[in-house]
């Protein structure tokens, strides 16, 4: 069955250096997600992408967040200075064109820690 | 209560029994999934129930859903040990974003 890729499965960076988090979506899948899911805590919806541009965002996108799609199979989250609360695990999701019929398949996750 | 909220928050049975656990939301929708994830791992997609429907199955899975009261069950038969996890439900209110509840968190207890 066709997976949603997550690299890298754990990431330690220090409080205000940038990181880019890592997805290679199903192939034939057209929208683009990210969550997070911060420790004992409901997943939270961040950013939908769709058409190579942003479809919809939380309150939780500010301006420290970017999504990129750069070459047509990767999907990037970038966090441009962490903060100690960015510190939760991120899941990047994909999904086909019917929304009343397609799930959202999930990757396993990137588990950021900020120090 | 929230969006895709379950109930009960956490639930602990003995293998073969049955474990029901429930997800309730406020606005309309286009389908209700439900989602597994064990401790500090990724979500596992188990099954989507559209609007119009009002069961489905999936091996010893059985979701219900019941758009007048706004309310969905899934229901494990005969559970395992393996089934230990947190079991979410997640709506779909007419826009892209998925809205999870808080989950349900299952032991299973061999």
């Known amino acids: 069955e066709p997976e949603v890729t997550q690299t890298p499965s754990h990431q330690v960076t220090q409080m205000g250096q940038e990181v880019i988090l890592r997805c290679v979506p199903i192939s ?3 929208y683009f997600y990210w969550y997070r899911q911060i420790l004992g805590q409901k997943v939270e919806f961040l950013v939908s992408f769709y058409n190579n541009e942003i479809s919809e965002k939380s309150e939780i996108f500010d301006d420290q967040f970017s999504v990129e799609r750069p070459d047509g199979s990767n999907f990037t989250l970038k966090i441009r200075s962490t903060k100690l609360e960015d510190s939760a695990m991120y899941f990047c999701a994909s999904r086909g064109e019917q929304r009343s019929t397609m799930r959202n398949t999930f990757g396993s ?6 120090v | 209560s929230q969006q895709g909220e379950e109930d009960p928050q956490a ?3 003995q293998e073969g029994e049955n474990a029901t656990m429930n997800c309730s939301y406020k606005t309309s929708i286009n389908n209700l999934q439900w989602y597994r994830q064990n401790s500090g791992r990724g979500l596992v997609h188990l099954i989507l129930i559209r609007s119009n429907e009002r069961e489905k199955h999936s091996g010893r899975l059985r979701v219900t859903l019941d758009t007048s009261k706004k309310s969905s069950s899934l229901l494990i038969t005969a559970s395992r040990a393996a089934d230990t996890a ?3 439900c997640a709506t779909s209110p007419g826009s892209e974003k998925l809205v999870f509840g808080k989950g349900t968190k299952l032991t299973v207890n061999p």
Do not use: A, K, W
């Not at chain 1, 996750?109 to 900020?114: A, E, I, K, N, Q």
């Open chain 1, 109 to 114: 996750g990137t588990r950021l820690t900020v």
């Open chain 2, 86 to 88: 947190s079991y979410f």
């Open chain 2, 11 to 13: 639930l602990s049975i």
């Open chain 1, 28 to 30: 034939n899948h057209l």
